[in-house]
Structures are given as C-alpha cells and as structure tokens.
C-alpha cells in the first residue's frame, strides 16, 4: 500500500464529493423549481403546502450551489440533510428501503459537509486565506485546512 500514499489528498475528496453531491442538489432544486405547479402537486399528495414545495425546491438549488463553491457549508449542509431525512420518511413508506436509498445517502453526506467543513479548495478558503483560525474563532468561517 505504499505506492497508494501519494493519493491521500483529503481536501482534493472534499471538493470532488462537495462538485458531485452539490451538482444533484442544484439539478433536483432546478427541477423542482422548473415546474412549481406540478411540485405544489405532489407536496400536497405527501402531505406538505406550497409553502414547504417552495422552501424544498430553494433549499436544495440554492443549497446545492453553497456546497459546490464552498461556502456556507455547515449550514447548507444542515438544511440539506433535514430536507433528506424528510424525504426519506415521507418516500420510504410508499417506496420502501430501496426508495428511500437517495435521501438517505444525500442526508448522510450533508452531514459530513456539516462535520467536515469546506477544505482548502473552496470559496471560504479562499475569501479567508489558508489560515482561518481567526475568522473561525469569530464564526465567520467553517474551512477546515
């Protein structure tokens, strides 16, 4: 395994999974957003009003963009993985396991953005310069380098 040390580049995964996993949220955002009547629709068929449609379809486009360009990634990343949790609840019981599959997985990496912060590769980093700590200890900041 010593010829596979020269791949640990934490921070480049970081930005390879913030692209990937932000690129769904903003397609699944756009979509929503593309056709708002028929996502009122369905809103209203699980249960939920207009209000919560509009809230889904901003969080998850808007959201999707933050954890791309990293910034804000600790809150994107919170509200993105209760939209998940809620659509895994809501989907499962009509879906099942198998249904509930996607929510599930995006909830669980929007945790790790929460936990991990944006990496070195990202808008925050950037904005703040390499070492953040004291625009983390005044909460400006959620980079981790």
């Not at 068929?45 to 804000?72: K, Q, R």
């Not at 198998?98 to 944006?118: D, W």
């Amino acid at each position: 395994m010593k010829h596979l040390k020269h791949l640990h580049k934490p921070h480049l995964g970081i930005l390879l999974l913030r692209i990937v996993v932000g690129a769904v949220f903003v397609y699944a955002g756009y979509q929503k957003l593309h056709d708002m009547p028929q996502t009122v629709q369905f809103f209203g068929m699980i249960g939920f009003s207009p209000f919560w449609a509009w809230v889904t379809a901003l969080t998850e486009f808007i959201g999707g963009i933050m954890i791309i360009v990293g910034y804000g990634m600790r809150i994107a990343g919170f509200l993105l993985a209760v939209t998940m949790v809620v659509a895994a609840v809501k989907v499962a019981p009509q879906a099942g396991f198998m249904g509930a599959l996607s929510p599930i997985l995006l909830a669980t990496t929007s945790l790790y953005f929460v936990t991990s912060g944006c990496g070195k590769y990202s808008a925050c980093s950037m904005l703040h310069g390499k070492n953040c700590n004291d625009c983390k200890a005044a909460g400006k900041c959620d980079c981790q380098h």
